[in-house]
């Protein structure tokens, strides 16, 4: 058995920031044409008017200040409200590939690792843009990397449970050197015309090189274990697929976007994440407070708040439980990494930090790492 440990990570974050103020004047200025054009049928009371967004409900209501997007354009146009990302022939690179070469190379820089000694690549996202080839496969490509490759999806926690899978392949000694890339496009798949939701999720990719600790070049995380749960909702779905036509159903239905019901998310996730830490940490025998960090999922403040309360049975101190959604809102699969990519200042040899992601599924997944090198 080889220890394996994570000795670097990318993160690739688009060009175009949204910043709320942008965001809900673009959404107010939907709501007011959509209201202008539906006046009669609103008169008669057969279609909603949409009410306007607000800056002050989405920070209150989330921690979101800002996102970024792979295209602002068609997201901001009132008319539009969803990026306009025009296809690409089949031998150019692909859009998610793009995005996850560029995390991948940052964290092959930072292990110093050349590309082709990966063996293992895992494209680990919550919605991958063509049915096949593997967009891993095609990173593997233009990489230069060995070994094989395949795309998964446990949506949220498609990086946790990716990191899972090549630890534990390399723990067995199958793999040795295995990226997991996480390339988010949510812009694509969230509904930017609905109040409720068009506030939470932004644009990112991620990578996490794995190997075994003995080959580490520098300071790297040892993976002391990880865990992965699972529990069918149907609070977080999006019906979107490749039935759709012989569904005839070509129309650019609602729920074929992001749908959820956050409140009852908000409930039902908590305790499902609190039992899944403890659990976790008591498998491990860590106490928790010989945790310095933990770096969660980032889809809302108040729920990262209340996670590292119960966790850790105190107020946790700002950089004990670091959010990084005020920046970047919802990434997805991609938030806890992002997280733990860029506040692991402080922290020495010796140190224990968990990575924990949570979302559609449900799906938990957590990572327990600990300094080294
Ligand atoms: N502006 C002003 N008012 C608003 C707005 C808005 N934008 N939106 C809603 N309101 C109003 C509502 O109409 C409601 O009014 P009233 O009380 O009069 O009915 C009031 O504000 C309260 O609305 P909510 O109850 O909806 O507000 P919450 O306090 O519950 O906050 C949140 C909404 C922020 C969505 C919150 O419920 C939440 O964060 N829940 C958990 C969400 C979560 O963790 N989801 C997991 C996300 S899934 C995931 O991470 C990955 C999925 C796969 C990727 C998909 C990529 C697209």
Known sequence: M?????????????PHRIDNARLVAAYNAHAERFNAAHAEAIAAGEVEPKAPSSETFILEASGIEAR?????????????????????????????????LDAARRALAEAQVEAGA?????????????????????????????????????????????????????????VRTALVISPE?????????????????????????????????????????????????????????????????????????FMQNGRKVFREVLPLVVEHIAAHLSEAQVAPGDL????????NR????????????????????????QDYANTSSAGSIIAFSQTREGLAPGDLGLICSFGAGYSVGSVLVEQAG
């Open 2 to 14: 080889h220890q394996p440990a994570i000795t670097g990570t990318g993160v690739f974050t688009p």
């Open 68 to 100: 970024y997007v792979m295209e602002p354009e068609g997201v901001l146009d009132p008319d539009r409200m969803y990026p306009r990302l025009p296809p690409r022939a089949d031998d150019a690179p692909s859009l998610m590939a793009e995005m996850g």
């Open 118 to 174: 990966v063996d293992l690549v895992l494209c680990a996202a919550s919605n991958h843009e063509r049915a096949y080839p593997a967009i891993a496969v095609e990173i593997q490509a233009l990489l230069g990397a060995g070994g094989f490759a395949y795309d998964m999806n446990v949506a949220c926690s498609s990086a946790t449970i990716g990191i899972q899978t090549a630890a534990d392949m390399i723990r067995a000694g199958s």
């Open 185 to 257: 496009i949510t812009s694509a798949h969230l509904e930017w015309r609905d109040r409720d939701c068009h506030f939470i999720f932004g644009d990112v990719a991620t990578a996490v090189l794995l190997q075994r600790a003995d080959e580490a070049a520098g300071a790297h995380w040892r993976v002391l274990s990880c865990r992965a749960a699972t529990q069918y909702s149907n609070n977080i779905r999006n019906n979107e697929g490749f039935l759709r036509r012989s569904r005839d159903q070509m129309e650019d239905r609602r729920d074929m976007q």
């Open 292 to 299: 310095s960090r933990l770096w969660l999922h980032q889809a």
């Open 302 to 325: 108040t729920m990262n708040d209340y996670i590292g309360r119960k966790v850790l049975g105190r107020e946790p101190a700002p950089h004990e439980q670091p959010n990084i959604l």
